[in-house]
């Protein structure tokens, strides 16, 4: 009796076995059930197919032989691995007018307009918020208008008024008003450059010291003046080294930015051949030499990779400065004395040259009926609403008469409404999944993996997204040619934006009610449909119009994926430059100022979004 009771019994190997394989069906349920699991196995999945694949492709391209190498290089298997193409870019006959001329030049600009950036945004930032200038809360949203406008409209406005004869054909306002023609390098390449990128980056700088500054007290400052210091010694020895960090911070973001654009150079320096890393990029592409793009992209990328890096080290030395005490922290405002009028003068003199002006030259020369010549008499409509006329610009009616430009505003508009809907959607959805998960691995990987965009510029982002789509790719079709992959790429692009919105909104809202309704047996769905969204209402229209604005004045992602049936006003208006249509693209870059302009006003009064809080690039 007690042997076949000892048969039957179970071995401890058996019962091990049985948990293991009882635990491991737990999981793949609960993996496949639970609402949290299988969104963020979702997301990774998505993400790494969208991020992390095409950015692999890219670099695998550029290891192997391509079908047209075999006719230029004896030996070359198409599809065999290579470091031909590496070679050839750093050490070749075309390294240094592909490579390291370019790349000195952005990294010339990148420096400079950091500096520029740094000095302009701190300047701004302490007279804001350490001294008793009037009008101080105007001056705070004024700041920051400038890099809510795209930064190659202020390239249209600096050609408008220092071209000259010998690159420009015709004068500008300068040379026709003064009769001071200036020199090519005022009118084009590397000072307009840096010029024109400063006024529009500044507004980094101003938005991370005004931070840092708001955040310190009166207390230390006090301590100071009590020690019988000055003013100048309170600030070198005591403001100024708590700022350090975020004063680092911004420099660094400057550079990541500055270094990958596109728009300003391409307008800037193309005429004058002055090629940054992203305009050799572009040229590159157009010139089908695309495995050097890819290596000019990934180029771009490591040093945006450093620099964010660099950043990262900043932000967390900047947790070792405490600024806030448990005491009071009462500012004291420093007076400006005698020198405040000639400073607010100064400030209101930035503000019209950083705002108005460019903007109103632009308008003034879409009224010109030939370019350069500034009289009553050449006043025109045509740009405008002007129909056909095959004596000015070769029949091209004005842009409220032009069905391109009808076409490219609907274009525009469905691609900013898409993808500014999608994108802050998708952000708050990974921003639910990275604020309840903080502990757990999925929640970091997903928070981790939607940061990725952030470090690939734009220019270089588009040439990725070109490999990848202009072919089927599993389940996604051919997209290169349509409105899908422009929507694609400007959700992807702007996920960092839209997840770090989504998440700091998401970490704002409790659970409780959550699980009050998970009590009453109410689903995921009906949970997030009833609660978490109309909770987030006010996050979401602020991730909204930030993407919305953003990708409304984007042209350096998306202008190698144009063509003639998904042109937007931007590449229209970029199109136009390129063909010598100043009027034309004056007109069209005036339009995008004022739906941006109009959208913003209409956000911050009817849904209170405060811009403040962030910008895109």
């Known amino acids: ?114 500096a520029l950036s740094l000095l302009l945004g701190g300047l701004i930032a302490w007279l804001v918020t350490r001294t008793d200038l009037p009008c101080r809360g105007f001056f705070s949203f004024l700041v920051l208008v400038p890099y809510m406008l795209p930064s190659w409209y ?81 600030l070198r020895r005591i403001t100024f080294p708590l700022v350090l960090p975020a004063v680092l911070s911004a420099f660094i973001l400057t550079f990541s930015r500055a270094i990958g654009t596109f728009g300003v150079p391409a307008f800037l320096g193309l005429k004058v051949n002055y090629y940054t890393i992203s305009t050799m990029l572009y040229a590159s592409v157009r010139n089908r030499q695309t495995v050097q793009a890819y290596i000019l992209s990934l180029v771009l990328i490591l040093i945006a990779v450093f620099t964010v890096y660099l950043n990262q080290a900043m932000i967390g030395k900047r947790k070792s400065y405490t600024t806030i005490g448990g005491k009071g922290t009462r500012k004291n405002l420093v007076s400006l004395g005698k020198w405040r009028r000639p400073i607010l003068a100064a400030l209101v003199a930035f503000m019209v040259v950083a705002i108005i002006f460019p903007v109103a030259v632009l308008l003034l020369e879409s009224f010109l009926e030939r370019d350069g010549i500034y009289r009553l008499d050449n006043l025109t409509l045509h740009y405008w609403a002007g129909a056909s006329k095959p004596s000015i610009a070769e029949g091209e009616s004005g842009i ?129 449909r009833k609660i978490v969204m109309p909770l987030a209402g006010k996050g979401f229209l602020s991730g909204f119009i930030l993407i919305f604005i953003s990708a409304m004045k984007e042209l350096d992602l998306i202008v190698l994926l144009m063509t003639p049936a998904t042109q937007t006003l931007a590449a229209a208006t970029y199109s136009y430059a390129e063909g010598g249509y100043h009027q034309f693209s004056d007109a069209v870059i005036t339009v995008i100022v004022a739906i941006i302009m109009i959208v913003y006003v209409l956000a911050a009064k009817i849904g209170k979004v405060d811009m403040s809080k962030g910008l895109g690039g």
């Open 400 to 528: 409220f008469r032009n069905a391109a430009i009808w076409r490219a505003l609907g274009t525009t508009m469905k691609l900013v409404l898409a993808a500014s809907v999608i994108a802050t959607f998708v952000g708050l959805v990974l921003g639910y999944v990275i604020s309840r998960g903080r502990k757990k691995a999925s929640g970091r990987l997903i928070d981790q993996v939607s940061f990725l965009p952030y470090l690939i510029p734009s220019i270089a982002f588009g040439a990725i997204y070109l490999s990848m789509f202009s072919r089927p790719r599993l389940f996604i079709p051919a997209l290169y040619g349509s409105l899908g992959i422009l929507v694609l790429i400007s959700v992807v692009k702007y996920l960092p934006f839209s997840v770090r919105a989504g998440t700091s909104n998401m970490m704002q809202i409790g659970t409780e009610l959550e699980e009050a309704a998970m009590v009453e047996g109410a689903s995921f769905g009906r949970r997030f």
């Open 1 to 114: 009796m007690s042997e076949t009771k000892s048969a039957a019994a179970p071995s401890p190997a058996g019962l091990g076995r049985g948990r293991g394989l009882t635990k491991a069906r737990n999981v793949l349920v609960s993996l496949f059930t639970n609402p949290y699991n299988v969104i963020s196995l979702v997301s990774i999945v998505v993400l790494v197919y969208l991020i992390v694949v095409p950015l692999g492709e890219i670099v695998g391209t550029t290891f192997r032989w391509q079908p047209k190498d075999s006719r230029l290089v004896e030996g070359a298997v198409p599809g065999a691995f290579t470091t031909y193409h590496w070679k050839a870019m750093f050490s070749g006959d075309t390294a240094r007018a592909m490579l390291w001329e370019p790349l000195a030049n952005s990294l010339s600009v990148a420096l400079c307009v950091s």
């Open 154 to 234: 202020k390239a249209l406005a600096w050609i408008t008024v220092f071209k000259n004869e010998r690159v420009g054909g015709n004068p500008g306002f300068l040379a026709a008003i003064f009769g001071w023609s200036p020199p090519d390098w005022l009118a084009y390449g590397f000072v307009p450059t840096v010029l024109t990128l400063s006024i529009h980056y500044y507004a980094f700088a101003y938005l991370l010291i005004s931070s840092a500054l708001s955040s310190i007290g009166g207390d230390l400052e006090e301590m100071g003046e009590i020690a019988g210091a000055s003013r100048l010694t309170i």
